[in-house]
């Protein structure tokens, strides 16, 4: 469906080269129909060598050029790049934000002398796992969006990981779990690697190993075998080492300790998004 399209990116930063490799490597797109504007000389070299897309200083080229335009820029650099764009703008464009904690109403807003309220926008959030072709991401469309305008955008960003449709006033919460759970998992992998160097294990092996058993443990999960405690119950023999584990993670408070995390997450997602706002609305 995307194949024949023309997808412009407004900022050609890690999560830009990200899904620019993504989309060609998977071949949802055609790397001929990929523009990409960044102020850099050196970011703009090595995309267009890299990836063989045009790449171009001139924000408004990705406009002229573009059907889907992807804001990869950090939000407070967005504000002034929706003021330079808006009027260039028009209805047929599909519009997709990735910037952090910007809401789809402030951006509507900074599109006022263009489509404004009519934009086709969505609000893209993918996680830091794209860079490694592996991101959970989240995607809420706006009331401008029309039919098709999901779908493309599930295309592009499903082509760096998995993405999943919610409403905008969820986007905390997948912040929450997904935008900083990578920051736990690391910290998983961390501690037990420091595990397995205090039962003797050299560290670059227990790096390794843990990594591997996270990874693999996620992959079982993904590929639909079990509900997590039925895998969990298969490895778990009566009397046996992992039940022994279990009931000291437990006892330790470890789901709880979790829980909590992603709480605690989801909190502060909430609080720096409603001071975001309050930028946004002083700058306009």
């Given at each position: ?17 990200a ?40 924000n ?9 335009v ?72 706006g ?53 397995g ?11 390794l190993l ?28 009566p ?6 584990g ?12 979790l ?24 700058k306009?």
């Amino acid at each position: 469906m995307l194949s024949a399209k023309k997808i412009g990116f407004i900022g050609g930063g890690n999560m830009a080269e990200a899904l620019i490799g993504g989309l060609i490597q998977s071949r949802t797109a055609q790397a001929t129909n990929i523009i990409c504007s960044d102020v850099r000389e050196e970011a703009r070299r090595h995309l267009a060598t890299r990836f063989g897309v045009i790449a171009t200083g001139d924000n408004l080229e990705v406009i002229r050029h573009a059907e889907i335009v992807i804001y990869a820029v950090k939000p407070q650099i967005l504000p002034e790049v929706l003021r330079q764009i808006a009027t260039a703008l028009d209805e047929t464009k599909l519009i997709i934000s990735i910037a952090a904690g910007v809401p789809l109403s402030v951006i509507a807003a900074g599109l006022a002398a263009g489509p404004g309220d009519k934009a086709r926008l969505i609000r893209v959030m993918p996680n830091i796992c794209a860079l490694a072709g592996e991101s959970a991401t989240a995607i809420a469309a706006g009331p401008g969006a029309r039919d098709g305008d999901i779908e493309s955008a599930k295309m592009i960003f499903d082509a760096v990981g998995m993405s999943v449709v919610m409403g905008e006033h969820l986007l905390d919460a997948f912040t929450g779990l997904c935008g900083s759970g990578p920051a736990y998992a690391f910290l998983i992998i961390e501690a037990l690697a420091d595990a397995g160097v205090n039962v003797g294990l050299a560290r670059q092996d227990a790096l390794l190993l843990a990594g591997q058993t996270l990874y693999g443990a996620a992959k079982m999960f993904l590929s639909g075998q079990a509900h997590p405690a039925q895998l969990r119950d298969s490895v778990c023999s009566p009397g046996g080492t992992s039940i022994a584990g279990v009931h000291a993670l437990e006892k330790g408070a470890l789901r709880a300790a979790l829980m909590d995390a992603v709480a605690a997450a989801t909190a502060r997602s909430r609080e720096l998004g409603q001071t975001m706002a309050g930028k946004f609305a002083k700058k306009d």
